[in-house]
T-cell receptor, first 115, second 110 residues
Framework: EPEVTQTPSHQVTQMGQEVILRCVPI?????FYWYRQILGQKVEFLVS????????KSEIFDDQFSVERPDGSNFTLKIRSTKLEDSAMYFC?????????????FGPGTRLTVT | DAKTTQPPSMDCAEGRAANLPCNHS???????VYWYRQIHSQGPQYIIH???NNETNEMASLIITEDRKSSTLILPHATLRDTAVYYC???????????FGTGTRLTIIP
């Protein structure tokens, strides 16, 4: 069964450093997402991406964040200057199309620890 | 986007039906109800979704009230592997983001 993959599984970085989280969505999917989950809290939407551009973003997704699909398979989330409060699990998801009724498939996540 | 509320935790005996409620009283007419579950800190796993009709698949059943202000996820014969946090979420047709609730931690008891 096809699945979303993410690398690395765990990233430790110092405050102020740049990090890039990588995702390989399911191959025939057209819509890509990033969500985050701070420890003990609910899953929160960050951004959605379609046709090589951002289609929606939350207020969390400020100028420190960017997304890119550099080739036909990878989808990346970059945090330019990490803050302590960026420590969280980051989940990539993909779907064949947007909105209801199509389900989003999530990857296993990258645990980001900012020290 | 509709806010969802769920009980923080529930227990269910193995082999019995687990009924997980979700309140979404502010849901709009074009918002779908989705259910996902999360085992440990793994990525959320899709279970089922619906708009206004009851739905059933190989994993679960979804019962949505006629006024659509609440729904219930039913796991018909719970097993120990169903122990997880279950999230109710909403999604606007044509809008990509899933808005998750705070989840219910379901513990299946042997």
């Amino acid at each position: 069964e096809p699945e979303v993959t993410q690398t690395p599984s765990h990233q430790v970085t110092q405050m102020g450093q740049e990090v890039i989280l990588r995702c390989v969505p399911i191959s025939n999917h057209l819509y890509f997402y990033w969500y985050r989950q701070i420890l003990g809290q609910k899953v929160e939407f960050l951004v959605s991406f379609y046709n090589n551009e951002i289609s929606e973003k939350s207020e969390i997704f400020d100028d420190q964040f960017s997304v890119e699909r550099p080739d036909g398979s990878n989808f990346t989330l970059k945090i330019r200057s990490t803050k302590l409060e960026d420590s969280a699990m980051y989940f990539c998801a993909s779907s064949y199309t947007s909105g209801g009724p199509y389900e989003q498939y999530f990857g296993p996540g990258t645990r980001l620890t900012v020290t | 986007d509709a806010k969802t509320t769920q009980p923080p935790s529930m227990d269910c005996a193995e082999g019995r039906a687990a009924n997980l409620p979700c309140n979404h009283s502010t849901i709009s007419g074009n918002e779908y109800v989705y259910w996902y579950r999360q085992i440990h800190s793994q990525g959320p796993q899709y279970i089922i979704h619906g708009l206004k009709n009851n739905e059933t698949n190989e994993m679960a059943s979804l019962i949505i009230t006629e006024d659509r202000k609440s729904s219930t996820l039913i796991l018909p014969h719970a097993t120990l592997r169903d122990t997880a946090v279950y999230y109710c979420a909403t999604n606007n047709f044509g809008n990509e983001k899933l808005t998750f609730g705070t989840g219910t931690r379901l513990t299946i008891i042997p």
